[in-house]
């Protein structure tokens, strides 16, 4: 059985510079899993922004109801100026399947993938099946899962990133220390990668 242990920073997720967009992420299972369906080649800030322009836009962030919703206007939705991302139509329908799926399989509850799941193999399984998430994202939501919700199943350590991901990030300092050395060390592969062309 996953144990749950309190942390005094649990729920502390300063992701996006809003803090009604920080606490929905927190507070809500569907907006953080939505949130890092989203969070590919956009900043983190517009990416964990997009479940409450969803709600805005949309009117909920039920997972049923979003399911329902015809595609065309969900990707209407998501084309409407700011854009939720940059690839509207593609991540219109990658939300909307994620969506399907939380409805479909875990009861319209997205908090029942983690939820008395025992083992972390069976989270990252469960994780990487979603619609949108491959390994390295699953094992960053397991991190995320653990660090933040309090929901250790065992072997969670072994599988959860070992470099520092969203899962160690409470506060915008934290949030800034992060970005500055993702930038750091994108910038050093590409040095490398030129080293290595010369």
């Keep these: 059985m996953a144990t749950r242990t309190a942390s005094p920073t649990a729920r502390r997720m300063e992701w996006t510079g809003n803090p009604e967009a920080d606490a929905l992420v927190a507070q809500d299972p569907l907006a953080l899993l939505i949130g890092f369906c989203l969070d590919q080649q956009i900043p983190v800030e517009k990416a964990f922004l997009g479940p409450l322009e969803m709600v805005r836009r949309l009117g909920t962030l039920d997972a049923r109801e979003l399911a329902a919703i015809d595609p065309a206007r969900f990707e209407a939705a998501f084309r409407e100026r700011p854009a939720i991302h940059r690839f509207p139509a593609s991540m219109a329908g990658r939300v909307q399947a994620l969506c ?67 899962a160690d990030v409470h506060t915008v300092a934290e949030r800034e220390r992060y970005q500055a050395g993702k930038r750091a060390h994108k910038a050093a592969l590409r040095a490398e990668g030129d080293t290595g062309r010369g």
């Design 100 to 166: 399907a799926t939380i409805a479909g399989d875990y009861g319209n509850d997205a908090s029942a993938i983690w939820t008395g799941v025992g083992e972390a193999s069976e989270l990252f399984a469960r994780l990487r099946a979603l619609p949108g998430f491959g390994d390295m994202k699953a094992r960053i939501v397991l991190g995320v899962v653990a660090k933040h919700l309090s929901v250790r199943p065992h072997g969670w350590e072994k599988l959860a990133p070992d470099y520092p991901t969203l």
